[in-house]
């Protein structure tokens, strides 16, 4: 799977919106973007994922570049409970379903919202 | 509430003892993933089973192990444990399919080796 780079940290305001930077210049044709956040020592939440467009749920919004190679996460309004550390993975997808989809988590973006 | 059920929440035993870590997927969910978070190495990928039989191994020692049940429950069996051990352990589950398909994790089992 490509690597992916996040800065260690960043801080935002309560009520900005957050955006959470990723680079992932060696991602290939089958790779999705996928975001996660871990809230202190929770389970890792799944926020958002995308191939090529960009994507928007109920949590985020995701816009990844025309050629691929970065992506940013956006929380529009970001809230106390939205301090995190923020993981952005790319993942193969085997189309034939033959594959593995194990995630590799780096060390992430830790977001802390002030406020 | 990810749908993906920890079994127990925290654990305390000593080096030596035998343990066993339970994760209900969520309902209709084939893959059965474990991860570990310890302090120093982050969040690693152990194994995956579907449909009950295994799929892919990551970083997991010999001394733990594994197994899918045919109700799609899993169960991660840890051994001769020692102090390094000490971490959690989480369980995640997806979709048959799965091209494309979010992984969604528990909330995790605390293990503490005293």
């Known amino acids: 799977d490509a690597k992916t780079t996040q800065p260690p940290s960043m801080d935002c305001a309560e009520g900005r919106a957050a955006n959470l930077p990723c680079n992932h210049s060696?991602?290939?044709?089958?790779?999705?973007v996928y975001w996660y956040r871990q809230i202190h020592s929770q389970g890792p939440q799944y926020i958002i994922h995308?191939?090529?467009n960009n994507e928007t749920n109920e949590m985020a919004s995701l816009i990844i570049t025309e050629d691929r190679k970065s992506s940013t996460l956006i929380l529009p309004h970001a809230t106390l409970r939205d301090t995190a550390v923020y993981y952005c993975?790319?993942?193969?997808?085997?189309?034939?379903?033959?594959?593995?989809?194990?995630?590799?988590f780096g060390k992430g973006t830790k977001l802390s919202v002030i406020p | 509430d990810s749908g993906v059920t920890q079994t127990p929440k925290h654990l305390i035993t000593a080096t030596g003892q035998r343990v066993t870590l339970r994760c209900s997927p969520r309902?209709?969910?084939?893959?059965v993933y474990w991860y570990q978070q310890s302090l120093d190495q982050g969040l690693q990928f152990l194994i995956q089973?579907?449909?009950?039989?295994?799929?892919a191994k990551g970083n997991i020692l010999e001394r733990f192990s594994a197994q899918q049940f045919p109700d799609l429950h899993s169960e991660l069996n840890l051994s001769s444990l020692e102090l390094g051990d000490s971490a959690l352990y989480f369980c995640?589950?997806?979709?048959?399919?799965?091209?494309?398909?979010?992984?969604?994790f528990g909330d995790g089992t605390r293990l503490s080796i005293l």
């Open positions: 995308g191939l090529k």
């Open positions: 089973y579907y449909n009950g039989e295994e799929r």
């Open positions: 309902s209709g969910d084939l893959s």
């Open positions: 060696t991602i290939s044709g089958n790779e999705y």
């Open positions: 993975i790319v993942r193969v997808e085997y189309y034939s379903g033959a594959g593995s989809y194990q995630l590799t």
């Open positions: 995640a589950s997806s979709a048959a399919g799965e091209v494309g398909q979010p992984q969604h």
